[in-house]
């Protein structure tokens, strides 16, 4: 059975850090490109309100950045541990969201999400 699991989120202050951890199961996620999206609380819960964050090559030659996020978001990849991560530095409130971990290949396969409030 595929899986995809988010872990990591939570109430952090701006301008602190955060790691999500994504763990995969039940496919080779060596083969896939993994992405982060995010979704604000509010919006529908459509694929259209969904913002890509962050893309990781299989491999992980290559990295793709949202504007909004380069160059304090970092993502990477552990096929061996079959997990992703993202890693969140300077947080801002805009960076309040649900976090989804996505694997895509042929196929596309997507996490439950993990909450991230950025609030004093």
């Known amino acids: 059975q595929v899986q995809l699991v988010e872990s990591g989120g939570g109430l952090v202050q701006p301008g602190k850090s955060l790691r999500l951890s994504c763990a995969a199961s039940g496919f080779n996620l060596g083969w896939f490109a993994m992405s982060w999206f995010r979704r604000v609380p509010g919006k529908e819960h459509t694929l259209v309100e969904r913002?890509?964050?962050?893309?990781?090559?299989?491999?992980?030659?290559?990295?793709h950045y949202a504007d909004s996020v380069k160059g304090r978001f970092t993502i990477s990849r552990d096929d061996s541990k079959s997990m992703v991560y993202l890693q969140m530095d300077s947080l801002n409130p805009d960076d309040t969201a649900v976090y989804y971990c996505q694997a895509s290949k042929t196929q596309t396969y997507w996490g439950q999400g993990t909450l991230v409030a950025v609030s004093s």
């Open positions: 913002e890509l964050v962050a893309t990781i090559s299989p491999g992980g030659k290559f990295t």
